[in-house]
């Protein structure tokens, strides 16, 4: 055989050439044939492969062999398999130094033009956008958000931004009487927005410490409104994060229909589970119906003038036996009627009625007629109540007469369902008291006492429109609209349309989308895979009652020296890992409480009894309350984010007026009250002071840092 290769042309070699083979070609004949040395790691002796019938012509040369995994073959011949997966995971990249370039941090971002105080939304955003995928902070810098291991909040009620001046004295700290500007109290202007500078040398002996952890003092606005006398929750807003939106909802104008949150699942409810109760007629302005007051007042009790109330002795009279309720029944026995009103101006700030509509729960119209009021109506407002004049000319039906209508129809077992029906009572001057108001079931996102428009929870829940005509309501149409809202809460439970249904745990979402970066390790090393991130929630008594119970671990306490150790312990876990895991937890909250018991600052509503604090001064509270949260702060492993923040300003003066406002309404929407006779008056100039209460209330400070 002639084994020579003819030169290229020009010195180039061909991009292919054919050497002519007879027979099977081993590897030995290509070393011998091309004058070189097979590879070690070669093998040459491969056992030759005999073609079938089955096997292509093309194939029967090859080296490769067709089917290297045959079913059934049990020699391997020579084959090894080769598993990609086998390779080891990558390490995690080692935790960078202290002083290094690739350090995290949280700084003022020097150029930022803040428009207002930043809020405890702002700072939980923070803490999303390091963990999952938030929107970055415009306020703050966060440098080389990967890098970051943990984050730890502490939340510590009765801490103030006066504790921070230079000249604090904290033997007569709370002896000045309380002053609505509190001005001696806030360093910062109310139009200072920025974060004031924390030094060593100019802060309290006690507090000189915080300088050491933190770089700034930040003003923090808590949620809240001056107007309607009202703050919110500040750790309800911290542990709840609003839902998050598709992109195609980003873009979307108008109200987003309403979307089942991660995890949701339907429960059914029956209807009198959703009952108000006499403590939200007095909260919402009804008047109230015998049946809700104490049976020694019951005996004395008229109506006013004008009033009348349907024949229900007691609540109970209401009730239906087990055995007469069809099983599943939502409606559990009971007739469901749902009512709207259409009103008319005849005074100053008085409405009278001037159209009823009344269905039931088929939606089968039971009543609908045009009342006439007795006074002459000064204003149609046709773009809202859809009356014209033209339209009451022919009428002769009254008040009255709808009133002995209705107290044809309503008995005991039937329940009234509408949309602030306080309003629509007022005007058929009617009580009942077995009630559903879509008003509260369907709470406004920012508290009471705003409520949602009908028209908007029709769009969000129903996903239908109402109210759109330039002729005003259609109170048929608004009476349909209440009852399949009520319908839709029975089918998917009482907790449906609930501000909490509608956002997230802020735990729960860090354990559904938490994510894990290259630089702490991930799944295999790999950045931007989204994994759990386990948490821990410690707070006095049981975590277990609030949100705490979405947590990985909930750690109950009943000190603070407690709360310290239960921090320690979720960030560095057990050392043999007996329940929480060495190593601990990826974000720790936990909540301090002996401060805000000295300060008087305690919600006497909870479940907890207030701890004794005579024995001690403000001075050694406060010093306690430092050397713990640097304590904390010490044990702390690098790379961990650190909040600390106040929830919020003094609450005291705000909770006394709220209080006071709170009876005034009970007894003034008690029936047959007179204003001489109540125990308490409620003018502007309490109004007033309640708003400027809710004004200092809302004067929180924070702390933000990385170890």
């Not at 609003?242 to 873009?251: L, Q």
């Not at 959703?274 to 008229?302: S, T, W």
């Not at 989308?513 to 759990?532: E, L, Q, S, T």
Request: net charge negative; charged share 25%; glycine share 8%.
């Amino acid at each position: 055989m002639d084994n020579t290769i003819a030169s290229p042309e020009n010195g180039f070699l061909l991009d292919s050439f054919q050497l002519p083979v007879e027979g099977t070609l081993s590897m030995a004949d290509l070393t011998h044939n091309f004058d070189i040395e097979a590879p070690s790691q070669i093998l040459t002796d491969i056992p030759e492969h005999t073609p079938t019938t089955d096997t292509p012509a093309s194939d029967a040369s090859s080296l490769k062999r067709p089917k290297p995994h045959d079913e059934g073959d049990d020699a391997d011949d020579g084959w090894q398999t080769v598993d990609r997966l086998s390779k080891k995971s990558k390490k995690a990249k080692k935790i960078p130094a202290p002083n290094s370039a690739n350090y995290p941090s949280i700084t003022f971002n020097h150029n930022a033009k803040l428009q207002s105080k930043i809020t405890i939304d702002s700072l939980r955003n923070l803490l999303l956008y390091i963990f999952t995928e938030g929107v970055a902070p415009q306020w703050v810098a966060v440098s080389h958000r990967p890098e970051f291991r943990k984050l730890v909040v502490l939340m510590v009620p009765g801490l103030e931004e006066a504790m921070f001046k230079p000249d604090a004295d904290f033997a007569t700290y709370n002896d000045q009487p309380f002053n609505l500007d509190q001005r001696a109290r806030v360093l910062t202007s109310p139009d200072d927005y920025y974060p004031r500078l924390l030094k060593r040398d100019e802060l309290p002996f006690i507090l000189k410490e915080f300088a050491d952890m933190f770089p700034h003092l930040w003003p923090v606005r808590t949620p809240g409104n001056e107007k309607f006398g009202t703050i919110r929750s500040p750790m309800g807003t911290m542990l709840t994060a609003p839902i998050e939106k598709s992109k195609g909802e980003k873009g979307h104008k108008g109200v987003q229909p309403a979307k089942e949150p991660k995890g949701w699942k339907d429960e059914r409810t029956r209807i009198t589970e959703l009952l108000a109760m006499p403590e939200d007629f007095q909260a919402n302005g009804y008047v109230l119906h015998p049946a809700c007051i104490p049976a020694e007042r019951r005996k004395h009790f008229q109506d006013l003038e004008g009033w009348v109330h349907t024949h229900v002795q007691t609540l109970d009279e209401g009730d239906v036996p087990e055995d007469e309720i069809q099983q599943g029944s939502i409606t559990a026995g009971r007739e469901v009627l749902a009512l709207d009103c259409e009103m008319c101006v005849t005074g100053l700030e008085e409405f009278s009625l001037t159209r009823i509509s009344l269905i039931n729960w088929d939606g089968t119209t039971i009543l609908d007629e045009l009342v006439k009021p007795d006074k002459p109506i000064l204003d149609y407002v046709t773009q809202f109540s859809g009356i014209t004049e033209q339209m009451l000319a022919p009428v002769t039906t009254t008040l009255k007469d709808i009133q002995t209508k209705l107290l044809e129809i309503l008995h005991p077992r039937t329940i009234l369902v509408g949309h602030s029906l306080e309003s629509d009572l007022k005007a058929l001057q009617l009580t009942h008291p077995y009630v559903v108001d879509t008003a509260l079931l369907f709470p406004h996102h920012r508290g009471p006492p705003l409520k949602n428009s009908l028209k908007f929870l029709t769009q969000r829940f129903l996903k239908r429109e109402i109210q759109k005509g330039v002729m005003g309501h259609d109170s048929i149409e608004d009476a349909k609209a209440c009852l399949d809202l009520v319908k839709q809460k029975c089918e998917k439970g009482k907790f449906w349309g609930n501000q909490e249904s509608q956002n997230e745990n802020l735990f729960r979402r860090l354990a559904r989308v938490g994510k894990a970066y290259r630089a702490n390790g991930g799944v295999d090393a790999r950045g931007g895979v989204y994994v759990g991130k386990t948490s821990a929630m410690i707070d006095w008594g049981d975590p277990m009652k609030g949100a705490g119970a979405a947590s990985t671990f909930p750690i109950g306490c009943k000190s603070d020296e407690e709360v310290t150790d239960g921090v320690i312990r979720a960030v560095n876990g057990d050392l043999v890992g007996e329940e929480i895991p060495f190593g601990g937890v990826d974000f720790v909250f936990a909540r301090f409480r002996e401060l805000e018991a000295f300060q008087g600052w305690w919600n006497r509503n909870s479940d907890l009894s207030v701890p004794d604090m005579t024995s001690i001064s403000l001075e050694s509270c406060v010093r306690n309350l430092t050397q713990r949260i640097k304590r904390i702060h010490d044990s702390l492993p690098p790379c961990t984010g650190f909040i600390v923040f106040s929830g919020s300003g003094d609450p005291r003066e705000m909770a006394r007026l709220q209080a006071m406002q709170a009876q005034f309404k009970k007894e003034y929407n008690a029936p047959g009250s007179k204003w001489d006779d109540l125990s308490v008056k409620w003018t502007d100039r309490e109004d007033q002071a309640l708003r400027k209460a809710v004004g200092v209330a809302r004067n929180g400070i924070g702390f933000i840092g990385v170890r």
